[in-house]
């Protein structure tokens, strides 16, 4: 959020290289924080398609940039998606390693509703 616009480099899977690779300039993103906390903390939208990371050595390991949305007003916690009925089929929940995933309307729309934001995009979703 401070910077405004990041790379989000780092990506070293090829599902998820695939789908930062089908990201699309304003496309809607939630943040999910991995590490500490897991949960999803708020809002990015591509800025910038798909370009080779800068990080890696080979250039089939792909990055997007992204620029800074809203934060949520309640983060997402990764409990709360597990209960959460609409959410059931979040591939978060099947596979947890899997750093970029689609999301369906329905399931970006439960989230952002669960951070305390409204729909905000009509565009494909990831997480």
Partial sequence: MRDKTTA?????????????AAMQ???AVLFYHSVIGKCVMGTATVNKTS?????????RWLSVELKAGKAFKTP?????IKTDPA??????????RL??????PEEHARLLELGGLCLIA??????
């Fill in 8 to 20: 989000w480099t780092g990506v070293r899977n090829f599902q998820a290289r695939n789908n930062l």
């Fill in 25 to 27: 300039k304003g496309d």
């Fill in 51 to 59: 370009f080779p990371d800068p990080t890696a050595d080979d250039p």
């Fill in 76 to 80: 997402v916690t990764l409990e709360n």
């Fill in 87 to 96: 959410l059931a089929t979040v591939p978060l929940i099947r596979h947890s």
């Fill in 99 to 104: 750093s970029v995933m689609p999301l369906t």
């Fill in 122 to 127: 009509n565009r494909p979703r990831f997480l």
